[in-house]
């Protein structure tokens, strides 16, 4: 009981040292907890995330594009990689967190659970989805638990490669013909508002933030990250000479904020509870992949086994 309160007391010290806690320091268990979830939740949704822009890699319209399109998703499948990694640096298991996320027992972000209709919608996920993921992550490079904080590092510059790419793709669209500035603007009306339900409920409804913020796992809130993510895009979709779909939006000249439209978070709480238009197709994609690869994965851990033996 004393060593625990010392340790307690060692750990409170080093967050509020701003010292990164490592995987060999004692950590309270409900702080080992929550980084797996929260990881782990984020792994599931670099995986899942590869689906909806997967999807259209035999249709991108030019070599070009379906080169940079392999690449970004296979970053994804990296990104995953060192977030699982990270989340079995606290004692998960990787299988069972993938076990997890196929029996609905463990969540990935809502906005993979919305359809590409369009290749508009590529370029949507990418300047669109990959910049909120930016917002939120680059806060998360000063993580206080050390493996994730370096994962994002890696993480961010990836995906500022990959929210570039998509701005790109959008300008083309946005400048071309009628038909392509409509597809453009389509996209932009279909994705801003699930986009903007990345960063989580709002502060008052999120049970998390102020635990995670104490202890420096968040260092900004839901809200606050939300309103930085619509103030950095608002003067881009304008750049694009597109509309953001809110009749609310107006700047505030004091604030030096845009102000918002309310958003529809009966529609966040239902596709966040597997009621979205494309759940059922993520899930059973991932439960497909998993169990086909099942050979892999055995003869992989045989050969290791092997390999230690000989060792
Ligand atoms: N969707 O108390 P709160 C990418 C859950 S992938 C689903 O605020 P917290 C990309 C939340 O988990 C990048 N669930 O929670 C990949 C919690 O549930 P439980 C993905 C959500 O953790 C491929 C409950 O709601 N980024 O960019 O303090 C291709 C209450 O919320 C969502 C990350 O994963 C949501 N949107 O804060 C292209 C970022 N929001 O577990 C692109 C890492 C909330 O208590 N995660 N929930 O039942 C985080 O930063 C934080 O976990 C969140 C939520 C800000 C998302």
């Known amino acids: 009981m004393v060593e625990s309160a010392e340790q307690q007391a060692k750990f409170d010290q080093t967050i ?4 990164s806690i490592e995987p060999r320091d004692w ?10 979830r929260q990881i782990g939740q984020h792994a599931h949704s670099e995986v899942v995330g590869m689906l909806p822009e997967g999807n259209w890699i035999t249709r991108a319209p030019t070599l070009r594009r379906k080169a940079v399109l392999l690449a ?3 970053d994804e499948a990296g990104h995953a990689l060192y977030l699982y990694s990270a989340a079995e640096t606290l004692g998960a298991d990787r299988n069972d967190m993938v076990e997890k996320l196929i029996d609905g027992k ?16 590529v370029a949507a996920i990418g300047w669109l989805v990959d910049g909120a993921a930016i917002v939120n992550q680059v806060a998360l490079c000063r993580a206080s638990y050390g ?7 890696r993480v961010c510059k990836e995906e500022s490669f990959h929210q570039r790419q998509g701005f790109e793709a959008m300008m ?7 038909a392509q500035k409509q597809m453009a603007q389509d996209s932009v009306n279909r994705f801003w508002w699930p986009v903007l339900t990345m960063f989580g ?3 008052d409804d999120s049970p998390n933030s102020a635990q995670s913020m104490a202890w420096n796992i968040k260092r900004f809130s839901n809200d606050e990250l939300r309103q930085k993510f619509v103030d950095n895009t608002v003067p881009q979709v304008e750049a694009l000479g597109l509309t953001v779909p809110d009749p609310d939006l107006k700047w505030n000249e004091e604030t030096g904020h845009y102000e918002f439209g309310e958003i529809n978070w009966d529609e966040f709480y239902a596709v966040v509870a597997g009621q979205g238009p494309c759940n059922h197709e993520r899930i059973a994609a991932r439960r497909k992949a998993w169990e086909e690869g099942r050979w892999v994965r ?7 086994a092997r390999r230690q033996q000989a060792a």
């Open 201 to 203: 409920p709002c502060d």
């Open 72 to 74: 970004k998703v296979q």
């Open 16 to 19: 509020a040292a701003e010292i």
């Open 27 to 36: 950590m309270p268990e409900a702080y080992r907890k929550t980084l797996i």
């Open 298 to 304: 055995e003869a992989a851990s045989a050969y290791a």
């Open 147 to 153: 493996p994730y904080a370096r994962a994002m590092v």
């Open 172 to 178: 083309a669209l946005a400048g071309g013909t009628k």
């Open 106 to 121: 463990m969540k990935y972000s809502s906005i993979f659970n919305y359809p590409t209709l369009s290749w508009a919608d």
